[in-house]
């Protein structure tokens, strides 16, 4: 890093990814923890917290120190990287950590990044980085106040004959077929439904929670306002089901133009969404979710827009760079998504993003914007204004 790089960052001021410290004190290794249980970030040593840059009078000390701390007092250890910029008002050690997809602890007591605050974390965010850890444990958590008899069996019957035709299909075999797929598992002496067995073949999923539902919005102009709210419909039913609605309903709302192409006398209708991208897109979102947080996967339709939000930000180590380059198969729902992959909705490869993209580009719309924070991703559709109304 060069010392204009560094003026640049020290002028953007502390927050979520970046704070500054006189001098090494046990705080820097409490920051260095908390960026690296959020989504990463950078500890200047010798700029004050106005911004003024004074140096650090023994720079390899301090490096040495923040190396040495991160390996004996954090738990897992942290390795950041740390350099010494040498400006003229002094030398600035910089300590740069990236999310790990672990929960580091310094001393027993685990921190969190918020906003401009480095704070201890809740019981809470503990749990939920714990859960982060393995995030595929909640899918396969038993839905505990359910039974087998909460599965629709037909249509479990109907994956299976697809997915393993040589199976046998009755109760006791279909039932076998449910645990070794993850979509059962036996607790305490009974056969329970999994959470992705709810979500993928309850009989009525939202009855056993209502999170897990689609709330979708027709909204008149280009902000978020109730008051000019059009349509809304919550969609139920299994994630299959909820695909569908949820296309349906852009469907029912987006325009469709005509239009006359030079030297072709026959009309082209012009829609003002891809469909294929927007099941696409809801796809993605039904598989990826956090099915954890009592919070439904939203569909906003604006006059300008389409937005289609998810809980669940990206996974441990993920870069919303990475993810727009395709091919990355990381799975939040490994067993959810391999249920919706053998009925043809998602795909394993990961170009679920390029599949939007190159869908929209067709269709003659602008680039889609993708999204990502600690705890939701979102898809902004454009609508397809140009070619609508010239």
């Not at 990206?314 to 727009?324: D, F, K, R, W, Y």
Request: with cysteine; glycine share 8%.
């Amino acid at each position: 890093m060069d010392n204009e790089q560094l003026r640049f960052m020290i002028a953007a001021g502390e927050g979520q990814h970046l704070e500054f410290k006189e001098k090494y004190v046990s705080k820097v290794i409490e920051s260095l923890v908390a960026f690296s249980n959020t989504t990463g970030g950078q500890v200047l040593i010798g700029v004050d917290n106005r911004g003024r840059v004074i140096g650090v009078p023994d720079a390899d000390r301090t490096v040495e120190s923040v190396l040495s701390a991160c390996r004996e007092a954090v738990s897992p250890p942290l390795s950041p990287d740390v350099e010494i910029v040498r400006m003229p008002e002094g030398p600035i050690v910089v300590a740069q950590v990236q999310a790990t997809g672990r929960m580091h602890a310094k001393s027993g007591a685990v921190f969190v990044r918020h906003g401009r605050q480095t704070r201890r974390a809740t019981a809470e965010e503990i749990r939920w980085l714990t859960l982060q850890e393995t995030p595929e444990v909640f899918e396969q958590l038993p839905a505990r106040g359910a039974s087998i008899s909460s599965l629709d069996i037909p249509k479990l019957r109907d994956y299976f004959a697809l997915a393993a035709p040589r199976a046998s299909a009755g109760d006791a075999d279909l039932i076998q077929l449910a645990l070794g797929a993850r979509l059962a598992v036996e607790n305490m002496g009974q056969t329970l439904p999994t959470v992705a067995g709810m979500v993928l073949f309850g009989r009525e999923p939202q009855g056993y929670n209502a999170s897990w539902g689609i709330t979708a919005l027709r909204i008149r102009g280009q902000s978020l306002d109730r008051n000019q709210v059009a349509d809304r419909r919550e969609l139920t039913g299994t994630a299959d089901v909820l695909i569908e609605a949820a296309q349906r309903f852009v469907a029912d709302h987006m325009q469709i133009a005509s239009r006359f192409d030079p030297g072709n006398p026959r009309r082209q209708d012009v829609a003002e969404y891809s469909l294929d991208a927007v099941r696409e897109a809801v796809s993605n979102a039904v598989a990826h979710r956090d099915y954890q947080p009592a919070e439904t996967i939203q569909i906003r339709m604006f006059d300008n827009r389409l937005e289609i939000q998810n809980p669940g930000g990206l996974l441990p180590g993920l870069t919303l760079q990475v993810l727009l380059q395709g091919g990355i198969a990381r799975r939040r729902n490994e067993v959810i998504s391999e249920v919706l992959r053998r009925l043809g909705f998602v795909e394993k490869a990961g170009f679920g993003i390029v599949f939007i993209q190159q869908q929209l580009r067709r269709l003659g719309a602008g680039e889609p914007e993708f999204t990502a924070s600690p705890t939701h991703f979102v898809v902004a559709m454009p609508a397809n204004k140009p070619l609508l109304f010239g």
